[in-house]
């Protein structure tokens, strides 16, 4: 996550005071750690105008698959073996459910077999990175061979260049063509526990279709922290409104977040609620009061 | 770090609200995040009453050895290298100054001999986790030989067994022997970016021993995270004021931290700010102010 990568920040805050700390430095506790709540803020509580990253040394070799499971449960199963079997080298863990799946391959019909039949719950794209390209490669092959016998790989395409591993990974990135018969949409970015997300998706393929006849989804997400998106196409006519209230009550039910990458802004901010207490909200607004005590900073954002 | 471990916080605020998140969600950007700021606070913002924490699985392989360098800069570079050749499975990079590792492996004499000989300027602790024993193993000792080569390893040894693993980490972490002679003594635990450390520590082997004649002094740290620890004794009078502030000029001179993991506390609160500037001071009393405006909590604490 950017987050993780941020250590040294300068910010502009709403009196001109200009707090900088463009340290090196990856361990520091000394004192409050107001950059990580600069970070994220979305302009509210100063204005950002430089950041120290940290640099990690480039991957030397990529070994990626397309592999299939027969339920979520086995895929959960799979994330957490792969995270010890490959050692830390497991970089993607894209899931892809049938239905996008089948969107996505069959809109490149026209340049490409697909990778993996059709019929199976979940497609999940794999890579790992790494820097020895001497047993790199032939222990992700030993690895995803050990789980085809476990029963946890139901069937696996390992590519074999790097123009086969960018047909696979156009599975999951290639979106015009997949979502071509689903405008408008509405895309969400919601994150949950890992053990919430098989029935949270079951109750949205539930009740999406029960309110909106017709409805078309598609699920996909970064299972590997817990990231979920949906697009939602329920006709012609924008009923975003409505598509937004009906999924995120559900995903107040698993405690989840409205927003796990893409942020507040104003357009989910009546949804914050969803994921934060109301004893939450109240902290949030003191802290902007306390920096932004006439609301000149990125105004009607987040909170306010 | 711990702070990246925490993903869940309940806290109570001085005002009696009890502010709680204690989700199971790795990304979550919907609002602001509050828990970093409470996370290193010393309870001076909140009294944190419960985490959730994350987990990772188990490694299933660790492979350790200890190895010497002929330079600082030598040092720096296999660390660079390693972090890509094994492939993200390095977990500890422990550096040892001579000065640490002749009076560690004096002490520990009786039991064992040393392990490498003296008379390089830096020791390295080295050690590997993974998760695929039929390849880490065999990938450890190869990328160990290829730095032989390389010659950034000037000597190595590579525990056989979970007894040499042991012994070669009790010349890091067995400290009463080390310490011996050197009570009472002043430690230190700084961070500041792994290029400035080598002349760092340059200064402070220069003008402590100006100050302060006779002095003994050790050096050792997590280098893989910017971290230094520094054990200084000046004689049998305690002077730890002087040595702090002598030491101090000099983590200022590489904008470093004073508080690398152990936090600030009231002993090292004079000291705030050769480490942060005076808006950051403001900010962090600021935010004190409105946290915290009876100044109840763990009053006298970092900031107020």
Request: charge should be negative; charged fraction near 25%; proline fraction near 5%.
């Amino acid at each position: 996550m950017m987050r993780d990568m941020v250590i040294g920040l300068e910010a502009v805050l709403a009196d001109g005071t200009i707090v900088s700390s463009l340290t090196k430095m990856l361990k520091d506790n000394a004192g409050y750690n107001w950059k990580h709540l600069l970070i994220g803020s979305e302009g509210t509580l100063g204005v950002i105008t430089k950041t120290v990253l940290r640099l990690r040394p480039l991957p030397t070799t990529n070994q990626t698959a397309l592999v299939a499971t027969a339920s979520f449960d086995k895929t959960a199963q799979l994330l957490r073996r792969l995270e010890v079997s490959l050692s830390g080298r497991l970089s993607s863990f894209e899931v892809m459910w049938d239905d996008f799946y089948g969107a996505m391959t069959e809109a490149q019909l026209s340049k490409r077999p697909r990778p993996l039949k059709l019929g199976y719950p979940i497609y999940i794209l794999l890579e790992a990175l790494g820097g020895d390209p001497d047993s790199d490669p032939a222990q992700f092959e030993r690895v995803l061979a050990a789980e085809i016998d476990t029963g946890l790989i139901a069937d696996a395409v390992i590519a074999g260049s790097e123009r086969e591993r960018q047909a696979l990974w156009a599975v999951r990135e290639d979106m015009a063509g997949g979502y071509a018969n689903m405008h408008p949409c509405t895309v969400f970015d919601v994150s949950m526990g890992l053990a919430d997300m098989a029935g949270f998706v079951a109750d949205v393929r539930k009740e999406i279709p029960d309110r909106f006849p017709g409805a078309r989804m598609l699920f996909y997400g970064h299972a590997g922290d817990g990231n979920l998106h949906m697009a939602i196409h329920v006709g012609k006519a924008p009923r975003t409104d409505e598509v937004e209230s009906a999924v995120f009550d559900l995903v107040r039910t698993v405690k989840g977040s409205v927003a796990a990458e893409h942020g507040i802004g104003w357009t989910r901010k009546p949804y914050l609620g969803v994921s934060r207490t109301d004893a939450e909200l109240m902290l949030m607004q003191k802290l902007k009061d306390t920096l932004d005590p006439r609301n000149i900073l990125n105004p009607g954002k987040i909170v306010g």
